[in-house]
């Protein structure tokens, strides 16, 4: 039997052993393919288990390290460093951590967003070494050479949704064997997955910013709200009060004659007398703020009223030796707002500061403006405000000087006149001591 029409049964040896061979290099070249292929699962599944783990960390600054760790681990590299995108605003990537590399090489180093380094990174998605990105975008901004000083020799940019959030940088392999373009594949796949992670991370931080802005408004509110609801009641109840206490006051002021300091009954008629004079005094401050006056809203410049009310009150404050440092600009934004309200705040502000510096001290009054505001700064070398009262002190009736008369509508006065002219007001404690307060008031656009 022939096995060609033209195989000599001599040739047919030869014959064999080529197929052989063919079928050999078929195998090899099969059993390489299944290799690449497997290697290529496994990679997909390590990126895929990194992702997962990454995926929970929320937090910027245990995220970075991980993912600096990552690399490190799984590429055998000597060192890494990663910029990210600080703020918007800068538009700038800086340097922001590593390992294994000596931090006087990258502490400090950034490159502009909008550079030609980071527009060729964003364009490109993949990792590149150091070597060809010079050859890529040449030497004009020296951000390369930036790059070099750190001894990058793999650059992986990470970037989502048409925006770079992080460089990744890494020096050379331990092994001194150069990056394959495996590891290029395998590291590309992974700077997608990290992207996606560092930009939650960033929108939760963001996130978490602005629930902090949203509770600080919403306690504004509440503490409004209870002044409000507070302030109804206690101006129904000051008026009832009103009416005894003259009475009282009158008996008081006809008794006053009969009595001498001699009397026995002296003492009783002196507290008594500063005693209904408190209440007085509580009664028309509940009134004066609560009752629904004709106010003069008018054209005022922060800067003057803050002036008249501090040379209203400078006797005092000179005889307690405090001194009193003015920076008050004449050229501000006028608002609109009631004078006479605005003293009665600052004035509030001038009596505290004074009581909290009874052996004399620093009083600084300063105004400014910024942009659509006027905000006025009464700060004090005081005692300054213990952490935990920091959100009491401008509820009504809060207090800390109850035993020296104190009673507590100073500041919850001041909040309700500023929030009504559409304003805040806030209070911080200063390095080294004292108390800052913060008046910002809205300037309105002349039409
Ligand atoms: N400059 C300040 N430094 C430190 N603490 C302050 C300062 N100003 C206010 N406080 C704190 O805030 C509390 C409330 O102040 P607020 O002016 O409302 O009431 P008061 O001063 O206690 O009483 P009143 O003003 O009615 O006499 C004070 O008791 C004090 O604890
Ligand atoms: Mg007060």
């Not at 306690?219 to 109840?237: D, M, V």
């Not at 500063?274 to 003069?296: C, G, N, S, T």
């Not at 004449?330 to 309200?341: D, F, N, V």
């Not at 401008?394 to 009673?407: A, C, H, L, N, V």
Request: aromatic residues 6%.
């Amino acid at each position: 039997m022939r096995m060609s029409g033209f195989d000599t049964p001599e040739q047919l040896p030869e014959k064999v052993e080529l197929l052989r061979q063919a079928v050999e290099a078929k195998i090899t070249q099969l059993t390489e393919a299944n290799r690449a292929h497997r290697r290529k699962i496994f990679d997909l599944y390590t990126i895929f288990e990194i992702s997962r783990h990454l995926n929970g960390m929320l937090e910027t600054e245990s995220l970075l390290d991980s993912i600096l760790l990552t690399a490190i681990g799984q590429m055998g590299t000597g060192g890494a460093a990663i910029a990210i995108q600080q703020s918007p605003e800068e538009g700038k990537l800086v340097f922001v951590k590593a390992k294994g590399i000596s931090n006087n090489r990258w502490e400090g180093v950034s490159c502009e967003a909008g550079g030609p380094l980071c527009q060729f990174l964003l364009r490109r998605n993949q990792a590149i070494l150091l070597k060809e990105l010079g050859e890529r975008i040449g030497s004009q901004t020296g951000e390369v050479e930036k790059l070099a000083a750190i001894e990058a020799e793999l650059v992986i940019p990470l970037s989502v949704k048409n925006r770079l959030e992080g460089i990744l940088i890494l020096t050379g392999k331990i092994s001194g064997l150069p990056y394959s373009e495996n590891d290029i594949e395998f590291l590309s796949i992974l700077a997608n997955q990290l992207a996606v992670t560092m930009e939650n991370a960033r929108l939760y931080e963001m996130e978490k910013n602005t629930n902090v802005r949203l509770r600080d408004t919403q306690n504004q509110l509440i503490r409004l709200e209870k002044l409000a609801a507070l302030g109804e009641l206690s101006a129904t109840i000051a008026h009832e009060v009103n009416n005894p206490l003259g009475i009282i006051k009158n008996y008081l002021a006809l008794i006053a004659p009969q009595l001498t300091p001699e009397d026995p009954n002296y003492p009783f008629y002196q507290v008594i007398k500063e005693e209904v004079d408190r209440i007085a005094k509580i009664v028309r401050q509940l009134l004066d703020f609560y009752r629904p006056k004709a106010e003069e809203i008018a054209p005022v410049d922060l800067s003057q009223i803050l002036d008249e009310t501090v040379v209203l009150f400078e006797k005092q404050l000179s005889s307690s030796n405090i001194e009193v440092i003015k920076n008050l600009p004449r050229s501000l934004p006028k608002i609109e707002a009631s004078p006479a309200q605005l003293k009665q705040v600052f004035l509030n502000l001038l009596m505290n500061a004074r009581e909290v510096m009874p052996e004399g001290g620093k009083l600084e009054v300063i105004t400014r403006s910024e942009n659509g505001y006027v905000e006025a700064e009464v700060a004090d070398t005081g005692e300054g405000i213990a952490p935990e009262n920091l959100e009491k002190i401008f509820e009504p009736f809060f207090t800390t000087k109850r035993e020296k008369g104190g009673t507590g509508l100073g500041l919850s006065v001041c909040l309700g006149i500023i929030s009504k002219s559409g304003g805040i007001i806030r209070a911080q404690n200063r390095t080294p001591k004292g108390a800052a307060f913060l008046v910002r008031l809205p300037v309105k656009e002349k039409i």
